[in-house]
């Protein structure tokens, strides 16, 4: 038994491969024993390596696939094989074959691990050359072919004596054919353009014999699964003497261009349907400020024909209180700091009245970025003006107090009579809660938060409840009031709350019910 122990412990020291034992039993499975190839593969002495973590080539690895599948394996208890990059002592990365395989106790269980390294970095550099050199030896192989895949293209050569033809990968994937089989003989080439094309495609050659010219020409070729595109069809003849003996030609798929172009076509007629329609004002801008194109709806909305808008600049109808404001907007978009903006603007109709509209300008730039034009869409609010002007008359002038509030925000307007009501100033009631102008309870002693609530529903549900209401001015004192609420149009919903105070109205009703119950009437 000694002897054979010695005569393993011997077979270890001698092997050429690393071989080391590591402890599964203790915490970060140290090693316990290695040989002397380990030390030299590894650059570690034997004291250091002893003891230490079995990551300790591993530094750096961020391969954790390879070292996942090594952990799943030994973690069911089973021999493993793979090739990991480690590093050596001194830092230097070296590709390390490794089979690493439990021991197991007289219970079964994984007690150690032993691992056999081999340095293959040779191997391996070997086998990214060979692969590096079949890689490029695969894109030499195929650079035509993905070539005339990229570009669209085909490449083809007309014998004239015999009418064969040969073809490259992109003919046979235009025409859809299978290129095992070969190019057809010219008539069933033909076959698959459609009649006209077919048609000019004769008459081109026949006048190619004639002259020996090139050729050019964009004709619709039908697949054989049926795919129609549209290709370009290129060449030049090759002569002998005045006889021409071959055709050389290119085959492109110019489907994608014919396409852009129609959309490009049909888009051109919707922006011009669209620009012309009587919808809302529209423009284009030199960046000099010139009109350039205007719509008949702009024209009607300036009361200025097309000749006298593009005679004349931007400004020159612009208000002049709107001249200054627009113009460090319009500079910023020549300069090419922004690329739109919005605002309400004055122009002035040919009579020198004032329109009002909202202006929508937006940059047109070429691919460089320069400022080619400006598209102004300009919309006629003027009669919106007049409107809010005459409500903002009517809210001012009403008998009783009105706000209007947001149900999530607080006031954003209030009359003058409102201030006088709560004894605050404008700008004190805009941003209140009209919660925070009210007691905690009501008169009846209910709580006035979620009552006013149920109330602001109602009004957001298109009711118009009427009820009334304890509210308190600025200092403190209770103000009874009768409340209407009504939902109005816009964005934040806004309600609005008329308010009339009920103090005196209440007394009255008071000594009419005491004179009732008393004989003084």
Request: charged share 30%.
């Amino acid at each position: 038994m000694q002897q054979e122990l010695a005569l393993v412990s011997q077979a270890l020291r001698s092997c050429p491969l690393g071989v080391s034992i590591s402890d599964a039993r203790q915490p970060g499975n140290p090693f316990i024993y290695c040989n002397p190839a380990l030390e030299k593969l590894s650059g570690y002495s034997r004291a250091e390596i002893l003891g230490s973590h079995s990551r300790l080539l591993l530094a750096g690895n961020d391969d954790h696939g390879a070292l996942l599948r090594a952990r799943q394996a030994l973690s069911r208890g089973r021999s493993h094989h793979e090739v990991l990059r480690n590093y050596r002592k001194n830092g230097e990365e070296f590709w390390n074959e490794v089979t690493i395989a439990p021991l197991l106790d007289e219970r079964g269980k994984v007690s150690h691990f032993v691992a056999l390294n081999q340095d293959v970095s040779e191997r391996e550099r070997l086998a990214r050359e060979l692969a590096r050199g079949r890689e490029e030896l695969m894109r030499q192989t195929h650079l035509l072919s993905q070539t005339e895949a990229i570009a669209d293209i085909g490449g083809w050569v007309l014998e004239m004596a015999d009418q064969r033809m040969y073809w490259t990968d992109g003919c046979f994937r235009m025409n859809e054919m299978d290129p095992s089989a070969g190019a057809p003989p010219l008539p069933v080439a033909l076959s698959r353009y459609e009649p006209e094309s077919r048609k000019l495609i004769q008459r081109t050659l026949r006048q190619i014999l004639r002259t020996g010219q090139p050729f050019d020409m964009e004709v619709r070729l039908s697949g054989l699964r049926g795919t129609s595109r549209w290709v370009r069809l290129k060449g030049f003849p090759e002569m002998d003497g005045r006889k021409v003996v071959r055709l050389y030609g290119a085959i492109q798929d110019i489907s994608a261009r014919k396409l852009a172009e129609q959309q490009l076509r049909e888009r051109d007629e919707w922006l011009r349907l669209f620009f012309e329609a009587p919808l809302i004002g529209m423009a284009m801008i030199t960046p000099q400020g010139q009109w350039l194109e205007v719509n008949f709806k702009l024209c009607q909305t300036l009361d200025r024909s097309r000749q006298e808008l593009c005679s004349s600049t931007w400004q020159q109808i612009t208000h002049e209180q709107d001249v200054a404001p627009e113009q460090a907007l319009f500079d910023a978009v020549c300069r090419g700091e922004r690329d739109d903006y919005e605002l309400e603007k004055r122009f002035l109709r040919q009579d020198g009245s004032v329109i009002y509209s909202r202006l929508s300008l937006r940059a047109v730039r070429e691919q460089s970025g320069r400022l080619e034009a400006c598209l102004a869409i300009i919309e006629d609010i003027t009669a919106r003006r007049e409107a809010e002007a005459r409500y903002r008359t009517l809210v001012e002038h009403a008998p009783e107090a009105i706000v209007l509030f947001s149900p999530k925000g607080g006031i954003i307007e209030a009359n003058e009579n409102a201030q006088q009501l709560f004894g605050l100033s404008h700008a004190e009631l805009l941003g209140k809660k009209p919660i925070e102008l009210s007691p905690p309870r009501q008169a009846n002693d209910e709580d006035s938060a979620p009552l006013g609530q149920r109330y602001v529903e109602a009004a957001m549900a298109g009711d118009t409840p009427v009820f009334e209401w304890l509210h308190r001015d600025s200092a403190g004192r209770p103000l009874p009031s009768e409340i209407r609420l009504l939902r109005m149009p816009g964005k934040p919903l806004p309600i609005r709350a008329s308010i009339t105070a009920i103090s005196a109205r209440q007394r009255y009703q008071r000594e009419i019910e005491r004179l009732a119950f008393s004989d003084e009437l």
